[in-house]
């Protein structure tokens, strides 16, 4: 049975000028959505409303039913810890560590085995010991995409994960998206600037306009 995941209405966000001011969004398990916009149109902040990480200026968002912007401090460290994982535009990697532990410190919080075959996929098995400042940033960005992968979340926030990839990798990180999404009854909210990649997913929109704009 589809269960609703995120349930978002009437956000307004604005800093030095507004950047929307009625968005309603959903996301059911099993689902995938793509978010295309020119840059500094709001993606990344409405990504941040979406993700418990930015309160908007108004409306609400539910993450598995739970208003999030009204909770105790302790009830959403536990969604961010073991239900969600957040794929950032700048990927905040542990510089001085290797890819491994970069990811074991994730699957150590939330309680989850280290998937080897998942680094096949992602073709990052054979660098995954060297230091992340010794990785170039296609392999930096994989890496953080396995340690999301790694926490098994219900939903998954990506921003950008495969603006640093050849067309090739990307596709390819898209798969491996797509398929957890698949496997595990999860959600996916994508951030890009690519149409193509976009279009993979089961819905597209465009954040134009201060509105979201549906295309697929
Ligand atoms: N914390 C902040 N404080 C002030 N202004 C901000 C902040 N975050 C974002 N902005 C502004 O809001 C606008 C939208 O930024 P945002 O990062 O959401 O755009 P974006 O669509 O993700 O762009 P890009 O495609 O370049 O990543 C920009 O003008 C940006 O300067
Ligand atoms: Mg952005």
């Known amino acids: 049975m589809s269960q609703t995941l995120i349930q978002a209405h009437n956000l307004a966000h604005s800093f030095d000028y507004p950047l929307y001011n009625s968005i309603d969004f959903s996301l059911q398990s099993s689902q995938s959505i793509a978010i295309l916009g020119r840059s500094g149109s709001g993606k990344s902040t409405l990504l941040y409303n979406l993700s418990s990480f930015l309160a908007p200026n108004s409306g609400s968002v539910k993450l598995f039913d739970k208003d999030v912007y009204n909770l105790k401090d302790q009830e959403v460290a536990y969604i961010r810890r073991y239900e969600m994982g ?6 905040y990697l542990f510089k001085g560590m290797s890819g491994l532990e970069n ?18 996929k992602l073709q990052i098995e054979e660098v ?23 926490k098994k979340p219900k939903i998954i926030f990506a921003d950008e994960p495969t603006g640093n990839l050849d067309k090739t990798t990307a596709k390819l990180v898209m798969d491996v998206l797509l398929e957890y999404v698949e496997q595990n009854e999860a959600g996916l909210v994508l951030v890009t600037h690519d149409e193509d990649l976009a279009k993979l997913c089961d819905r597209v929109y465009r954040l134009e306009d201060k509105a979201l704009e549906a295309l697929q």
Do not use: C, P, W, Y
């Open 86 to 91: 957040m794929v950032f535009q700048s990927h």
């Open 128 to 150: 995954i010991d060297q230091k992340i400042s010794d990785l170039s940033g296609g392999q930096q960005q994989r890496v953080s995409i396995a340690r999301v992968l790694n």
């Open 103 to 120: 990811i074991e410190i994730a699957t150590m919080l939330s309680n989850q085995e280290l998937d080897r075959e998942l680094l096949k």
